[in-house]
């Protein structure tokens, strides 16, 4: 419905035509004005500007034609419609002429009623479309215009582009009207390795997804980084005829991203320095305390001496379990640990853990008991990671469990593909909103009654990981605060097995006269040296000691049969001496054993590459060394 408001300005010099479409437009509900003449329309278009004008061709001072061609003429008035009517040029040319004179139509009379009303309801909706569209153009071209980003839009037939915002010029440093003429002119300041890329995608935009991101070069060898988007514009009946297109600027972005990885390169290489910096000193001392208790078989004789050695030992293995489990976390979440898959019996690794935490668990004065079943439970697994991820959930409940508390680990087959280990307590429990969160890095559960807050916050999340790298997943359980909790591994099951062996753990023993060993230690911490020096000497192998690359060949004229050799060397590094070692004839025999604080995969494989036989990370078990000692 047109509303009341329109003014209509009725022009004709015949008073009775005049008056009946005046009547007629008035019972329509529009606003109508009335003239005779030419000059007298021109007169009042410019004062009050209507918004139609229904003019007659024969006026008695100007051309009903030429008053249009005025008013079109006019900046100010060309939006005004005009219906361009005549009872006397009413042939094909004379509709032809007036139309492109400016008429927006051109009808001759008699005019029904009707028809005329229908004529200019019909001039004010196109009007009224019009006018919409053009409100539209300027909101997005206001919009296009405010923003940083570049806004293309491109004709799919021809591959024109048909509209680029400003920010082109500041984005590309190249003219819009340069790339108006030549819709290829921004790919010449593209970066040559992206450009024959770039080209195939966008080339491609009518049919499939476009989401680039790709580098342009500036004046002042200036690189900038931009993300190019773009999608299809389809008409209603579904074909594809423009591609509008976005460009964002995010050389910003691309600037973080490099000092972040930076940063997480710089990390990595300090999470390292620190692993060897405080391996070093906890190797002496773990060979210190087997030195005393060698030295010391009858431990019971000096009660203070025991337990103070017993709480070095315990705080020490801590030290080095932390330092473990900090760079495992760095490695992992860089996807640098690998996995050496081999078959692994579940039954014995699990006792392994619980007895491996036999003296955490103890001190506490908690009882840990293990059910497990008869048969030999096979998985598919590293059996290094799956042993440090359930030793880890077997500390984690001990941490969380006060004196006297109960902590049970059970391992059980559940259907035909699934095996489940479970270590539960009667610790302190965790809360609904905090077990949600548990398995978050360095998130640290409520500290148990009698323990002030110790730990990391990582081993729960390490455990989770490396469960996961295998297959499986962990969750936890707990009713709530002073209920206790549960945490279930589950893993895919291989295969059931034979009723499960009883082994005996091996014991230290000094070596056999037919295992001592020339061994020659080049360390250059005299305390680290000295105490391995002095434990392997209680175990029966003759010891030489050198602290840099130049003693360790001055000392190797009698040549031995293991160099225990670090890494971290002043001068030559142990790399570099190794190699030089292995190239003398005269040691092809001999056995070189790392034994050094950095302790990555590729520090292992850099010791392999440089001849080593083995690779030890500090602190080494003494129980680990010595089968390294004696295995040919």
């Known amino acids: 419905m047109i509303p009341s408001s329109i003014l209509i300005l009725n022009v004709d010099d015949d008073d009775g035509a005049r008056y009946v479409k005046t009547r007629v437009l008035k019972n329509a509900g529009f606003q109508v004005a009335e003239v005779a003449t030419g000059q007298d329309a021109l007169a009042y278009i410019k004062k009050n500007m209507p918004d139609l004008v229904v003019l007659d061709v024969k006026l008695p001072d100007i051309s009903g034609l030429e008053v249009c061609r005025r008013i079109k003429a006019e900046p100010l008035s060309a939006a005004v419609l005009v ?27 008699p005019i029904e009623a009707d028809e005329l009303v229908a004529n200019v309801n019909a001039l004010l909706r196109l009007r009224t479309t019009q006018k919409n ?47 108006l003429a030549n819709s290829e002119d921004w790919l010449s300041v593209v970066f040559q390795d992206d450009r024959d890329e770039i080209t195939s995608r966008f080339a491609a935009v009518a049919h499939e997804p476009y989401d680039r991101e790709f580098r342009i070069h500036l004046p002042h060898d200036e690189t900038r980084w931009v993300r190019d988007r773009a999608f299809a514009i389809k008409d209603p009946e579904g074909e594809v005829y423009r591609v509008a297109r976005t460009t964002t600027d995010i050389t910003t972005r691309k600037k973080m991203e490099g000092m972040l990885r930076a940063a997480d390169e710089h990390k990595d290489e300090f999470l390292a320095t620190l692993a060897h910096e405080l391996r070093n000193p906890i190797g002496p001392i773990r060979n210190a305390i ?62 392994q853990a619980a007895e491996s935490l036999s003296s955490f668990v ?38 969380f469990t006060p004196r006297h508390g109960r902590i049970q ?12 280990i479970r270590v539960s307590d009667n610790g302190i429990g965790i809360t609904p909103d ?8 360095f998130t ?43 945490f279930t591994i589950e893993l895919p099951l291989l295969r059931m097995g034979l009723p499960h062996p009883a082994v005996s753990a ?127």
């Open 362 to 399: 103890d001190t506490r004065e908690q009882h840990c008991e293990l059910s497990l079943p008869d048969a030999e439970v096979w998985v598919s697994g590293d059996e290094v990671r799956l042993l440090q991820a359930v030793s880890n959930l077997i500390h984690n409940a001990s941490k």
């Open 83 to 109: 219906l361009q009517t005549s009872a006397a040029l009413t042939g094909r040319a004379d509709i032809i002429r007036g139309l492109q004179g400016g008429a927006d139509n051109y009808l001759v009379t």
């Open 290 to 351: 087997a030195l005393m208790d060698m030295a010391n078989p009858n431990r019971s004789a000096d009660e203070t001496s025991r337990k103070a050695r017993d709480i070095i030992k315990r705080q020490t293995d801590h030290l080095a379990h932390l330092v473990d489990d900090l760079l495992d976390v760095a490695r992992i979440s860089r996807g640098k640990i690998a996995l050496r898959l081999a078959d692994v019996e579940l039954s014995e690794l699990v006792r």
């Open 409 to 420: 680990v059970a391992l059980e087959v559940v259907g035909a593909s699934k095996v489940v």
């Open 444 to 486: 640290q559960s409520t500290t148990a009654p009698d323990k002030a807050p110790e730990g990391l916050g990582i081993g729960l999340s390490l455990a989770t990981r490396l469960i996961e790298l295998h297959g499986g997943k962990i969750s936890a359980y707990s009713q709530g605060v002073g209920s206790g909790s549960t």
């Open 506 to 632: 091996p014991g230290l023993t000094a070596a056999g006269e037919g295992e001592k060993k020339k061994i020659l230690i080049v360390d250059d911490n005299p305390d680290a040296s000295e105490m391995l020096g002095m434990l392997l000497t209680e175990l029966g192998h003759t010891i030489e000691i050198a602290h840099d690359a130049k003693s360790t060949l001055a000392m190797i004229a009698t040549v031995p049969d293991i160099i225990i050799l670090d890494i971290g060397l002043p001068g030559i590094n142990g790399y570099e001496l190794a190699k030089i070692l292995r190239a003398r004839s005269e040691l092809a025999n001999v056995k070189l054993i790392a034994l050094t604080g950095y302790g990555a995969d590729k520090d292992k494989q850099k010791a392999k590459d440089a001849g080593f036989d083995a690779h030890l990370a500090k602190p080494a078990d003494i129980a680990t060394l010595t089968a390294c000692l004696s295995d040919n």
């Open 133 to 179: 569209l053009q409100d539209s153009e300027e909101r997005f071209r206001q919009l296009a215009e405010s923003i940083d980003d570049v806004f293309w839009i491109f004709d799919v037939g021809t591959g024109k582009v048909l509209y680029v915002s400003p920010a082109y010029e500041s984005m590309f440093n190249l003219k819009p009207d340069a790339l």
């Open 434 to 441: 905090h077990i949600k969160r548990i398995f978050d890095m």
